[in-house]
């Protein structure tokens, strides 16, 4: 495949092949400052002896500095440019009204201190949004104060140890139950809160055995962190008895709802008897991953733990016409806040409008797409990949590349560097760790029958390629912006930053 | 709705999965079915939504106010360029840069942010972002308590109490000891039982603030350093301000060997309260005990430079339960944002900018304390707020209700976090508080104490 010979939604291939300097790189003393008016100059205001010595920071111009991100941002691959069968990070559309509701001046100026009688409108969003996600999951309350998903998982851990400190079970119950096809935040969540992590191996249906878990409870029980459907996306049909289990031995139930997407509107992990959960906003709910975060996790929790919610809380005083709404904060048994501020609010924001838009109806609609486009795409690649669990999936599903491997040499990581070649971005690849050279699937609704039509033909492409000729697999990405990293020398040598050439 | 399925390729797809319905695509167990049907909202078409949500903004009413409040979080102006280039859609809606070859942009762009906040630090390496400045505080003191196997650490009281706050959170999750250093008189911390609280030998961290939450700024003086150093204890800087950094003795020059904050003053819009950006700087010994995301400048197979998510044998995803901590999604575009700022204003802009801040919150308190019965609370220099104290008799939450009826947002009352400080307003000026504003605000001030003079009478 030549340079220029680029698919749809790959990288502009006039552009992408062009490297760019470091801002730092460019530039001249003085050039800056188009912005603000004459001020003494800072020697002068800046109180004796506390000043610093150099400002080592280029000046650009400002059509440098439009061109040089404009030329980064064409070296990056996006959901706008193309599609991302990535599994379990829900890389749907991101509604652009979204995007335009954060930024109304309204919400966008807002001071974090003003005066709640002054936020009424934030206040109420924040209300308004906790109570839909409250219903939609099947939890007493939602906050939320976390900022990502792995930071819900690290509040709802403390509230557990709160929790349980509280009845007096605080020295034994120290272990958190994790599936080995969890997600690597639940183990570090848990070493993060002083818990020792007990792993369970998965069974031969790729789910979490009644029996090992019948096993594994006891009096230092104390959480189960799981998630449904799991990480292989199939859907864990034990889930009431093994939450029976864990809840007779005295533990409490955690759903990661990085999976939420598959069912929203259609089951409630509050009806399965989970007692805490979190959502990842920036998956289910349309938040635009912007790089890699800001994300938005808030955290659920059932009747008996609606104490223990991080500060402060939104409360609401009053029945129509005159509600007010007021940031609690004295909150006696509450683990405390987890961030400098209430909330990501910019994304509570966007998932309320998201919300809306969709209305209740929507949502269940929109999780019975992303299921159907799951299995869609699963009896497609069926054809010409194995897939280990061979039955309906839910949102996503694993298909492996050990047989492909042992055949041609050619593994999951060149399959996923093939599609690169082919603008597609690569599927999850080597996760969940319990599959061979795993590739996981994870279409998402907004995606149409055409992508997924075009996304199936490349993939079975690159695999036919692979069986013919292996080494123009195994030698992708070759149209990319560069080709293949070299990592070793990344992590032996680490460069993190640019150093200006006087300091020695 | 967002979901492009007609009616004809639903039908043809279920088809080829051997599923009937949709409905058996996401079939439960009966005992685990919703039982009724769910009270949720209808669905909005855009022009709804568009009202509906504006109609929430609009009771925002806090907007119309003429603002003096900082406090972690600043009004500063952001050059349209900024949003302009930071919401292209390839930034806004890509991944986490895991594939580096279709990462290359966004990567050199981290790789940037992470060399602008080490040369605003003055240290020798950066992380690609946590949180915020309250969580980037806690990741640090993890990172002391790691690095020295102790379980306490030591903090100013003149640190945000919202940081402190979180901190407490975090060390009751890790069983850690949280002690504090009281505030002294001139509104910096007071050192002087620092040396007998080092000679302990169980901190593993001092955490100080600088400028701290009073607005004063907050290093520690040679002698203290030199018992800091000796001690084994690690030097931690806490910035709530990072246009400070651009202006102000970096945290290296005093032997800081981490500085944490939060750089939502760096083109990050208020948001009432987020999602803003913690960053996370450190000495290169403390390299391999850095939380989160690192990106680093290496070669492809052609060598030519490229840039690539590097030593991730910290990371959640591959240690597991090992890891030195638990993040993974962190505030990538709100760095990209602060990366787009510092390079539109530059050196000068930074340094023009801090200028105005200073000169205008140096106006502010002489403009304020020239009123009857209003002084500065603490005597120590400052950036870009101080501690007003009002009239004796009156209290902070009372001037600030008299300045509310008047349209001005005088502050934040320092009751609210220091019982002993209700009588104290914390006031903030930057470069787009305008002379109007200060005036207007001293004339309220005078207003209000005539008010309260003849009311007494």
């Known amino acids: 495949m030549s340079a220029l010979d680029t698919p749809a939604g790959a990288l502009p291939a006039t552009m992408r092949a062009i490297p760019e300097p470091l801002i730092f790189e460019s530039g001249a003393p003085g050039r800056a400052n188009r912005y603000f008016e004459a001020a003494p100059p800072l020697d002068q205001l800046v109180p004796a002896g506390h000043g610093r010595a150099e400002l080592p920071l280029p000046d650009n111009s400002e059509l440098d500095v439009v061109r040089h991100f404009t030329r980064l941002s064409q070296r990056t691959f996006a959901i706008d440019l193309g599609f991302y069968p990535l599994g379990s990070c829900t890389m749907k559309y991101n509604p652009k009204v979204n995007d335009a509701m954060a930024a109304l001046p309204g919400f966008r100026d807002l001071h974090p201190l003003a005066p709640d009688a002054l936020a009424q409108g934030a206040l109420a969003a924040m209300y308004d949004l906790e109570r839909i996600l409250a219903e939609l999951f099947g939890m007493a309350a939602f906050s939320l104060n976390p900022s990502a998903g792995a930071h819900a998982e690290l509040t709802a851990l403390l509230i557990a140890k709160a929790y349980f400190a509280k009845k007096g079970e605080g020295a034994t119950r120290r272990t958190v139950i994790v599936p080995d096809t969890a997600h690597g935040t639940n183990p570090a969540s848990a070493a993060m809160v002083g818990f020792d992590v007990l792993s369970l191996k998965s069974n031969a249906r790729g789910r979490v055995d009644l029996a090992a878990i019948l096993d594994a409870v006891g009096d230092d029980t104390a959480v189960c962190m799981m998630t449904n459907p799991n990480t292989l996306g199939l859907f864990e049909d034990q889930i009431a008895e093994i939450a029976a289990a864990v809840h007779a031995a005295g533990g409490l139930m955690y759903y990661d709802g990085a999976n939420a997407n598959a069912l929203m509107g259609n089951a409630r992990p509050g009806d399965m008897g989970f007692d805490l959960m979190h959502l990842n906003l920036h998956k289910t709910f349309s938040i635009p991953h912007g790089g890699g975060g800001a994300g938005l996790g808030p955290i659920g929790v059932a009747a008996h733990l609606v104490d223990f919610l991080p500060t402060p809380v939104v409360a609401k005083a009053g029945e129509n016409g005159t509600t007010s709404f007021t940031l609690e904060f004295d909150r006696p048994d509450s683990v405390g806040p987890m961030r400098s501020f209430w909330s990501n609010f910019a994304h509570v924001v966007r998932a309320l409008s998201y919300v809306l838009s969709n209305g209740g109806e929507g949502l269940a609609k929109v999780s019975q797409l992303a299921v159907l486009n799951a299995n869609y795409v699963r009896v497609k690649v069926r054809e010409f990949l194995e897939t280990p669990y061979d039955e309906l999936c839910r949102h996503e599903f694993v298909a492996s590349a050990q047989d492909l491997k042992r055949e041609t040499g050619v593994r999951a990581l060149d399959l996923a560097k093939a599609l690169l070649d082919r603008g597609y971005h690569a599927p999850t690849i080597y996760f969940p760790l319990l599959v061979p050279e795993c590739l996981m699937i994870e279409p998402t609704e907004t995606e149409s029958k055409e992508t997924l039509d075009a996304f199936i033909a490349t993939f079975r492409d690159v695999v036919e390629t692979a069986r013919t000729n292996p080494q123009a697999v195994l030698d992708a990405p070759v149209a990319t912006p560069v080709r293949r990293v070299d990592e070793t020398r990344a992590a032996r040598e680490p460069n993190l930053r640019w150093v200006p050439p006087s300091t020695p | ?457």
Request: glycine share 8%; proline share 5%.
């Open chain 2, 1 to 457: 709705m967002y979901t492009p399925h007609t009616e004809s390729e639903i039908r043809e797809m279920l088809a080829e999965t051997g599923a009937n319905s949709l409905d058996e695509l996401v079939a439960v167990p009966p005992a685990i079915a919703i039982k009724r049907p769910l009270e949720l909202p209808d669905a909005q078409p855009e022009t709804t939504l568009v009202r509906t949500m504006e109609g929430y903004a609009a009771r925002n009413e806090a907007l119309g106010y003429s603002s003096f409040l900082g406090a972690g979080a600043y009004r500063h102006y952001c050059p349209p360029v900024v949003m302009s280039l930071a919401m292209r859609g390839e930034f806004v809606t890509s991944y986490t840069p895991y594939q580096a070859e279709y990462s290359q942009g966004y990567l050199q762009a981290i790789y940037e942010w992470q060399s602008y906040i080490a040369l605003l630090t003055g240290l020798d390496v950066a992380n690609a972002s946590v949180y915020d400045g309250a969580t980037a505080l806690a990741e640090g003191a993890i990172m002391a308590l790691n690095a020295t196997g102790r379980r306490a650490v030591l903090v100013s009281r003149a640190i945000h109490p919202n940081y402190r706050a979180v901190l407490r959170t975090y060390c009751r999750g890790l069983d850690v000891e949280v002690d504090e250093l009281p505030v002294a008189a001139d509104g910096t911390t007071d050192l002087s039982t620092l040396e007998a609280r080092l000679a302990e030998g169980r901190y593993a961290a001092l955490a100080l603030q600088t400028p701290n939450v009073f607005g004063a700024i907050d290093i520690p003086a040679p002698e203290a350093r030199a018992l800091i150093e000796k001690s084994g204890t690690i030097p931690i800087a806490v910035i709530g301000e990072a246009l400070a950094l651009a202006a102000l003795a970096t945290p290296a020059s005093w032997g800081a060997q981490i500085a944490v904050g939060e750089a939502q003053s760096f083109g990050v819009p208020l948001e009432y309260g987020g999602p803003y950006v913690g960053f996370m700087a450190a000495t290169k010994e403390h390299l391999r005990r850095i939380p989160g995301r690192l990106v680093g400048k290496t070669v492809d197979a052609e060598g030519r430079n490229a840039y690539v998510l590097t030593l991730q044998a910290r990371e959640q995803h591959i240690r597991r339960e090992k890891a030195t901590s638990n993040i993974c999604t962190n505030q990538a575009h709100c760095a990209l944002v602060a990366t787009i700022y510092l390079a539109a204003l530059g050196a000068s802009g930074l340094r023009a900018c801090a200028a105005l801040n200073l000169a205008r919150t140096q106006r502010l308190a002489e403009v304020v304390t020239a009123v009857p019965g209003f002084s500065r609370a603490f005597s120590a220099p400052v950036f870009n707020e101080f501690a007003v104290r009002v009239p004796a008799g009156t209290t902070a939450a009372e001037v600030l209700a008299g300045l509310e009826a008047r349209r001005i947002l005088g502050g934040v009352d320092l009751g609210r976090w220091y019982p002993e400080l209700s009588d104290c307003i914390l006031m903030c000026a930057t470069e787009l508080t305008t002379d109007g504003e200060i005036d207007a605000l001293a004339a309220a001030l005078a207003s209000i104490v005539a008010r309260e003079t003849a009311a007494v009478r």
